[in-house]
Structures are given as structure tokens and as C-alpha cells.
């Protein structure tokens, strides 16, 4: 019991960090959204990313890919990772980086539901008031900045949606496929789709470029971290640690876009924290893992 209690903290501080590194990475496109298009930065953060997988991993990766029985429902989960990150960077586009956050906070509320449906995982009530004054939370620091209509609103509520499908099939399948082989395909589906609808702006300054390269890396430590997490935790715990990434949103606005965070985002952010140490702090130790849980630990020690 101590070492699936091991486990799971290992899946939360994993979490933790992807989604901090994945708010920098929002930040520093929303940063460049200004002077290249959405495309181009796409294309380049994912083939900064691919690079980056190849040196790390070399041929060893490459053959893992050709081997791997997996490579569809990796790749659909890759489809359904781009098609949220395609619609979070277009509400940044639009939105303060903190306001997209917040709607996109969504997503662990989603998640449980989905773990629920699909992984029939066992959410006690005391875990769902959790999640939902984790909601209460993003609402409260939404304030009344966020109009409730309009395309980017939409825009933030899909991404938060596909999100959710992108963690709950990780957990679902994503134990069955190295992580080296889920960081290739993933990079490499962003890269296919993206060239459909590249539009080139040059010339690039060598210290957007280096900018570029940052946010290759910074997406693929988020990705490894996450893969990573969704080995160690159920994906009920994984989706919640979502809401860690609205303080980061307010940090980064404010300093990179002199975005002031107002009262409500504090509050919403003391509600979110609380809300987390709760789910964290509050799940019991003693309870059995759910079925996925315990083939997910056989498979990790079989490997």
C-alpha cells in the first residue's frame, strides 16, 4: 500500500510540473502570436520537439515506433492533443492568457466524468466536491472579465474538452506504449497536420528562433512529465492538478503582458489550492486501485 501511495504522489508532482511548463509554453506563443501566425509556430515548436525526441532517443526510438502495435490509438490521442492545443491558442489569441486558463480549468471536471464512463474508476463524493470547488474556483477568478458568448469563450471550452479525452485515453491505453514512442507520435502528428495549413512569415530573428527551439523544449518536458504522470496516478487524480495551471496563467500574464491579476483571480487561485490539497490530502490510502490502476502497475512492472 505505501508503494501505490508512492506512486500516486509521484503522478501528482509529475502533474504539477507538466502543467506548469505547458502554461510557459501557452505564454511564449501567445508571446510570438504577435509577429509570426499560429501555423508557423506550430510547425516549428513541433519539429524543435521531434528534434529534440530523435537526439534523446536516437534509433532506439525510431525502432520502438516501427515496432509498436500501438501506433493508431497513439496517434488519435495525438490528433486529439493537437486539435486542443490548436483551440487554446486561438482564445489566447483573443482573451488575457489567465481568462483562457480559467475556461480551459474546465478540463478536470471533465476528466473525472470521463474516468467514471470510461476507465470505471471510483470517484467517492468527497473526491467530486473537490473537483468541484476546483470549479468554483476558475469561476470566481473568472469574474466578470470573461464574456459568456463568443468564439474565443468557445474556442477555451473546446480545448478544455479534447484535453479531457487526451488524458483519460493516455490513461486508458497509454501504458501499453513507451513514453519515448508517445512523445515521437505525438510530435510527429502535430508536425503532419500543422504543414496542411503552414503559412510562412519571414524573416525570423535569431532570438525568436531561439524562442522557437525554448518552446519545442519546454512542450516536450510537459509531455514526458505528463505521460509520465498518467503511469503513476489514476487519471482522477492527474485532471484535477489542471487547476494548479490558472496560478501559473496569472504569473506569466503579469509579467510578460503586464496583465494585472485582479481580486477574484486571487481568490479563485486560494479556492483552486484548496480544492487540490483536498483531492490530494483527502483521498484515502487504503482504498483498493481501481481495475485500469492495477493492470497499469503490472504492465509498469513487467517492463
Not at 480545448?159 to 508517445?182: M, N, Y
Not at 484535477?240 to 481568490?267: C, H, N, Q, R
Request: charge should be positive; include cysteine.
Amino acid at each position: 500500500m505505501a508503494e501505490i501511495a508512492d506512486r500516486k504522489w509521484l503522478g501528482i508532482l509529475l502533474a504539477l510540473a507538466s502543467y506548469a511548463l505547458y502554461t510557459l509554453h501557452y505564454a511564449t506563443m501567445k508571446w510570438l502570436g504577435g509577429d509570426y501566425s499560429l501555423w508557423q509556430l506550430i510547425f516549428l515548436r513541433s519539429a524543435a520537439m521531434l528534434a529534440i525526441t530523435l537526439v534523446l532517443g536516437r534509433k532506439a526510438t525510431l525502432r520502438a515506433f516501427a515496432a509498436s502495435p500501438h501506433k493508431l490509438p497513439t496517434a488519435i490521442r495525438g490528433a486529439l492533443q493537437f486539435l486542443s492545443a490548436l483551440c487554446f491558442y486561438k482564445a489566447a489569441n483573443a482573451l488575457p492568457l489567465a481568462d483562457v486558463t480559467t475556461l480551459y480549468s474546465t478540463a478536470p471536471l471533465i476528466i473525472v466524468v470521463f474516468s467514471m464512463l470510461l476507465l470505471k474508476e471510483k470517484v467517492g463524493l468527497a473526491h467530486g466536491l473537490a473537483v468541484a470547488l476546483g470549479l468554483v474556483g476558475t469561476v470566481v477568478a473568472a469574474g466578470p472579465s470573461i464574456d459568456t458568448a463568443g468564439l474565443p469563450v468557445l474556442y477555451a471550452l473546446g480545448s478544455a474538452l479534447f484535453w479531457a479525452l487526451t488524458v483519460v485515453l493516455t490513461r486508458k491505453s497509454g501504458a501499453r506504449e513507451s513514453t519515448d514512442v508517445q512523445l515521437f507520435t505525438t510530435s510527429l502528428v502535430f508536425l503532419v497536420l500543422s504543414l496542411g495549413f503552414l503559412e510562412w512569415r519571414s524573416p525570423v530573428s535569431l532570438v525568436d528562433l531561439a524562442l522557437m527551439a525554448a518552446i519545442g523544449l519546454q512542450i516536450y518536458l510537459a509531455q514526458l512529465c505528463f505521460f509520465e504522470a498518467c503511469r503513476f496516478a489514476p487519471a482522477s487524480v492527474v485532471g484535477p492538478m489542471e487547476y494548479s495551471s490558472l496560478v501559473w496563467a496569472a504569473l506569466f500574464g503579469y509579467l510578460l503582458f503586464a496583465d494585472i491579476p485582479t481580486i477574484p483571480v486571487f481568490a479563485g487561485a486560494a479556492l483552486v489550492i484548496i480544492a487540490g490539497l483536498l483531492l490530494t490530502l483527502g483521498l484515502p490510502s487504503n482504498r483498493k486501485p481501481s481495475a485500469m490502476a492495477a493492470k497499469t502497475e503490472a504492465l509498469d512492472a513487467e517492463a
